[in-house]
């Protein structure tokens, strides 16, 4: 699989890459973290051509296939949306079109050439399982939360956000082998993250993503890739396993950094104390030349620069009424309303997180709230001494592009330049960094300014849409802290979970319908709290054709033969002697398979430990490992199945017997 060797990046003075190199295992789902500007999106967008090293090179093997999310959508796309969906699957489509040609030739002029041309590709679109081609992107799309009716649309009559979902839509259409994602959940609601997590766990080829969702991290990677300070260090496991070892690691390299320094120490005080006495002058140079070694092996073990985090002090809020904002009957939308008959209540202290689908109104109720929107129908009311901070999803839409880092922050609050410059360093704006133009920024660096442009005054009530974007997952961790300590009252839109759950005391969750209601305490609460209130619950991803990546075919699981019961109740002794025998035969077979399965699942835990043991470099060990691992899960696959089938006719056998006549 894909290759990097001795990558080196550098913008200016700062060293993205030295020397950096990486063998991609096939089949792995690789988490690359690391830092606000360590460079991820650069290395991303090095492995996919749209930018250059200094030095170093990429091996791409023949036969790879790279994929990767553009950061624009298709300026000239098809003319629906499923169309546009099919083109990514590009072999099929030129399969397609040939298919197509043969058949307007064979029309016009009917020659063996043509029927060739038309056989030969009919044969190779269909082993490719091209005439399943619409179902799958219909699976897709439905899966991205795409409506049937959305399906005939032209892809420019969609918003931004919904283009980029069709763009990943292609993506996982086209199935390549080594797949790239950049923050691929930031234009994704609840149920299509999911969706989208399920899919990529089921992915067959090799997958290098970029996230600050650390739940989505833990769930998705097999192997984590640190970057800092132009290295790249593999981990085997999640996010979280990564942690662990990584601070063993450093601990382990401390106490040998400090064993070191110790036996240097020494023999800088020998030298220092013989070196001038003839008869310990040759032990004196022996050990200069060891001192130079040890100095060489200590800077091999140097320690990692600490990482830039975002440090946020939130000002204290005005203490407000008990009730702080009131809707009721509220309509909201542009032109017609995405969402009406909205009823909320928001009291002192509440951080209430808004979820439900794309597309419903949740930004637009939030930009409702915050009078940056005027409301279609209802009452939206704050309370008296109510200071309302809005930050929105897009930063464009708040900050002055012709203005610098400083200027709009000082627009934005009562801050004197002094404060407003130590609360920038805390947003990762330093030296001359705050007269740098908005227009200029990074999406990331948009969206801490703008964070601190919402946090700089002293509200008491702060309305966030997507906070998290753009922040890598220090930055998000360091954020969820502050808003958990805030003492005001918070409303706000988010698709990232763990941040969710760091937050929220109530979960507001709206419905396509319309409908909406309040509920106490976390997603889990939410969770349970609507299904005893008859609820539907929207995390759920929805129902709809899974790709062929998400799909066991036909042929890997054969249907259970029919087991209908003969007619009437009436059994012979014979017959009911017969059905003893069955059930005996199944219990025998039940207790084999609890035996085999159990020493799979052991070896399968062992295989586990052995691979986080290997160390990171060995990646043929951790392959061989990590193969006889899924020949293992696929064959405890076929047990669980085998069991939960026999004990099915087991249930049925019990049921008859319990029931049946004995027939004289």
């Known amino acids: 699989m894909l290759r990097i060797d001795q990558l080196k990046k550098s913008f200016g003075a700062r060293v ?217 260090q593999p981990y085997r496991g999640n996010f979280d396993a990564f942690l662990e070892a990584r601070e063993e690691r450093m601990n382990q390299e401390e106490a040998e950094r400090g064993q070191l320094r110790q036996r240097r120490e020494q023999m800088e005080k020998f030298v220092e104390r013989f070196g001038a006495k003839a008869t310990k002058a040759a032990q004196a140079q022996s050990r200069v030349k060891m001192i130079s070694r040890i100095r060489e092996l200590e800077d091999t073990l140097a320690p990692e620069g600490a990482e830039d985090t975002v440090f946020i002090n939130l000002p204290l809020p005005a203490r407000t009424p008990r009730l702080v904002f009131r809707v009721e009957g509220g309509s909201v939308g542009y032109t017609k309303p995405l969402a009406k008959k909205l009823d909320l209540q928001i009291e002192r202290g509440h951080k209430i997180a808004i979820i439900g689908a794309n597309g419903i109104g949740k930004s637009t109720f939030l930009r409702t709230v915050a009078g940056r929107q005027p409301a279609l129908g209802g009452l939206f009311a704050p309370s008296a001494d109510i200071e309302i901070a809005y930050f929105a999803q897009e930063q464009r839409e ?100 763990s941040f969710i759950d760091s937050v929220c005391t109530h979960v507001f969750a709206m419905l396509a319908d319309g409908r909406s209601m309040l509920f106490p305490g976390k997603l889990a609460d939410y969770e349970r709290l609507a299904e005893v209130a008859g609820f539907p619950n929207v995390l759920r991803a929805q129902k709809s054709e899974a790709p062929k990546s998400l799909k066991t075919t036909t042929s890997e699981i054969k249907p259970a033969p029919s087991r209908e019961p003969p007619p009437g109740n009436a059994l012979s002794p014979l017959d009911l002697k017969d059905l003893k025998r069955q059930e005996q035969r199944i219990h025998a077979r039940l207790k084999t398979l609890d035996q085999d399965m159990a020493k799979a699942r052991s070896a399968i835990v062992r295989l586990d430990e052995a691979m986080v043991l290997v160390p990171g470099s060995d990646f043929t060990k951790t392959k061989t490992l990590h193969l006889e691992q899924q020949a293992l899960t696929t064959q405890l696959e076929g047990q669980e199945m085998e069991w939960m089938t026999l004990s099915e006719e087991l249930e049925e056998l019990a049921i008859r017997r319990s029931s049946a006549k004995i027939g004289k």
Not at 37 to 59: F, M, Q, Y
Not at 64 to 78: C, D, K, R, V
Not at 403 to 420: K, Y
Request: charged share 25%.
């Open 16 to 232: 993205l890459f030295a020397g950096a190199s990486f063998h991609f295992p096939e089949g792995e789902r690789v988490a690359l973290v690391g830092a606000n500007g360590a460079g991820k999106t650069t290395l991303l967008n090095i492995l996919c051509g749209l930018d250059h090293p200094d030095d170093g090179e990429v091996l791409i093997p023949g036969n790879a296939s790279i994929g990767y999310l553009p950061q624009t959508p298709n300026a000239q796309p098809e003319a629906t949306v499923l169309a546009e969906c099919e083109a990514g699957a590009v072999p099929l489509m030129k399969l397609r079109r040939a298919m197509e040609e043969a058949i307007q030739r064979l029309e016009e002029v009917h020659d063996d050439a043509a029927l060739h041309a038309y056989e030969e590709a009919e044969t190779a679109f269909r082993l490719k399982d091209g005439y399943a081609l619409e179902a799958k992107a219909q699976g897709i799309l439905n899966g991205l939360g795409f409506t049937e009716e959305d399906l005939a649309k032209s892809p420019l009559a969609l918003s931004g956000g919904w283009r980029m979902r069709l763009e990943l839509a292609r993506l996982f259409l086209r199935e390549p082998s080594f797949l790239i994602l950049d923050e691929p959940t930031n234009h994704l609601d609840l149920p299509s993250l999911m969706w989208v997590e399920q899919y990529l766990q089921t992915f067959r080829g090799t997958l290098l993503f970029v996230s600050h969702d650390r739940a989505l991290l833990n769930r998705l990677s097999t192997m984590t890739l640190h970057l800092a300070n132009g290295r790249l």
């Open 398 to 497: 708040t900050l002055d592009l012709q203005a610098t880092v400083l200027q709009n922050l000082l627009a934005a609050g009562d801050l004197g330049e002094r404060d407003a410059r130590r609360l920038l360093g805390g947003f990762l704006f330093r030296g001359d960094d705050v007269f740098k133009p908005m227009r200029v920024l990074s999406g990331g660096e948009q969206s801490r300014l703008g964070l601190a442009c919402s946090l700089a005054k002293r509200a008491n009530l702060l309305l966030l849409d997507e906070p998290t974007n753009h922040l890598d997952m220090a930055s998000v961790e360091t954020l969820a802290a502050s808003l958990d300590d805030y003492t005001g009252t918070l409303l706000f839109v988010s698709h990232d979970r």
